[in-house]
């Protein structure tokens, strides 16, 4: 079973359109992050929730909204999508916020 | 502030060669540094970290406090190894951790 899944995979868009990606994890963590991978494999950290309460908010532009359910799903809201957004958007989980992260796959986002 | 420093974005080794990737780290307090390795069309994962003081598909890494370094390093490299790899840290401060990672370096090993 895979244990941080994230959906979709790839996800072609036009600059003005609103987009989500789904994140779901099932190792029981308590912690969920979305990271953003740019163009030059630059990894950023955009969120954290800890038990679906927010505790990392980067200088994020607020067209991006997190949202978490349930501690096991973190999704992400874009709004009003602009070319810069475009990169890979990677999930994660861990236990506590001082363990070992655990990725999905990524979300290869591409707007046009 | 707590910032990680990976000078190489690329590096080209042969098989066979050793291999050094270099980190460094800037952090007030007692961090706790992390290896992140990305294959190819593959997801990051956890490579080593350093409370672990273990060696993983060959490499070790060794907290230096006195030069603020995480290198990561492998006797005899191999092909399987070219990846993508971050160093990372998580302070040991405040309520909020954040994993910061490096901006990664590039290694290919070439046959």
């Known amino acids: 079973d895979t244990a941080v899944s994230q959906t979709p995979k790839y996800l072609v868009t036009q600059m003005g359109n609103d987009k989500s990606i789904k994140c779901e994890q099932n190792?029981?963590?308590?912690?969920m992050y979305w990271y953003k991978q740019d163009s030059k494999k630059f990894l950023k950290i955009m969120f954290s929730y800890n038990n679906k309460e927010l505790i990392i908010n980067e200088t994020v532009p607020n067209r991006f909204s997190p949202k978490s359910p349930d501690k096991a799903h973190l999704n992400l809201h874009i709004n009003s999508l602009e070319l810069g957004d475009s990169a890979v958007y990677f999930c994660?989980?861990?236990?506590?916020?001082?363990?070992?992260?655990?990725f999905g796959n990524g979300t290869r986002l591409t707007v046009t | 502030a707590q910032r990680v420093t990976q000078p190489e974005k690329l590096l080209s080794v042969f098989k066979g060669a050793p291999v050094e990737l270099k980190c460094n780290y800037s952090y007030s307090g007692s961090p706790e540094l992390f290896w992140y390795v990305q294959y190819s069309r593959q997801r990051l994962q956890l490579l080593l970290r350093?409370?672990s003081r273990e060696s993983i598909k060959g490499f070790t890494a060794d907290l230096n406090k006195g030069e603020t370094s995480f290198h990561l390093k492998k006797p005899f490299a191999q092909e399987e190894d070219s990846a993508m790899y971050y160093c990372a840290l998580i302070g040991s401060g405040g309520s909020n951790y954040k994993l910061t990672f490096g901006k990664g370096t590039l290694l290919t090993v070439n046959p």
């Open positions: 994660a989980s861990s236990q506590t916020s001082r363990t070992p992260l655990h």
């Open positions: 190792l029981g963590h308590d912690t």
């Open positions: 350093h409370i």
